[in-house]
């Protein structure tokens, strides 16, 4: 469904996912080698399951969460 978002709707949550994970007096944790290796429960919906995939791997619009 995010094909149909607004482009700053989603632009505005990587920003909010960015800023929590950010800490001005810390360095920043390196990118694990494995993102993916734990499994995700059973309980979460599906769609949730393939945001989160995204979110660890840096794909889609979470690329820019590295900047």
């Known amino acids: ?8 709707d989603i632009g505005e949550e990587v ?5 929590k994970m ?3 007096f810390k360095p920043r944790d390196p990118q694990p080698k494995y993102p993916n290796l734990q499994r ?6 599906s769609w949730l ?7 660890r791997s840096r794909k889609s619009y979470w690329k820019y969460l590295d900047d």
Do not use: A, I
């Not at 920003?15 to 800023?19: F, I, Q």
């Not at 399951?49 to 979110?55: A, L, N, P």
């Open 15 to 19: 920003l909010k996912e960015k800023l």
């Open 1 to 8: 469904m995010d094909r149909y978002r607004d482009v700053k």
């Open 49 to 55: 399951k393939v945001k989160m995939v995204e979110k």
């Open 40 to 45: 995700l429960g059973p309980e979460l919906p």
């Open 22 to 24: 950010t800490d001005p």
